[in-house]
């Protein structure tokens, strides 16, 4: 049985930083992507990092202030977000199972954490 289970969210201040984990079981060794849908709004992608981590990829409107990384050892991958902005604000949620394809497109994950909200105040 496939489990995710994020942490790290939380209320912080425009500017500050938070670091998200999510932690799996029951799944075999695939790419990991964190995605985040705000209130209204599509869920999108925003970040990914390959199985043995040589490869990550971002959405535009973070690159350059979050950081994705991962631990095998430990089946955990992480999420550190500096900067934060208000814009920021949603409930992240961890995804992997990866079929292939753009790895922003929410179909081709198998298995979705229940998501950490993260909430930015300006």
């Known amino acids: 049985q496939v489990q995710l289970v994020e942490s790290g969210g939380g209320l912080v201040q425009a500017g500050g930083s938070l670091r998200l984990s999510c932690t799996a079981s029951?799944?075999?060794?695939?790419?990991m992507a964190w995605f985040r849908q705000a209130p209204g709004k599509e869920r999108e992608g925003v970040s990914y990092i390959s199985p043995n981590g040589q490869f990550t990829d971002y959405v535009d409107s973070v690159k350059g202030r979050f950081t994705t990384s991962r631990d095998n050892g430990k089946n955990t991958q992480y999420l550190q977000m500096d900067s934060l902005k208000s814009e920021d604000t949603a409930m992240y949620y961890c995804a992997t199972d990866f079929i292939g394809g753009a790895w922003n497109d929410r179909k081709k994950y198998n298995s979705w954490g229940q998501g950490t909200q993260v909430t930015v105040s300006s």
């Open positions: 029951g799944v075999a060794l695939r790419g």
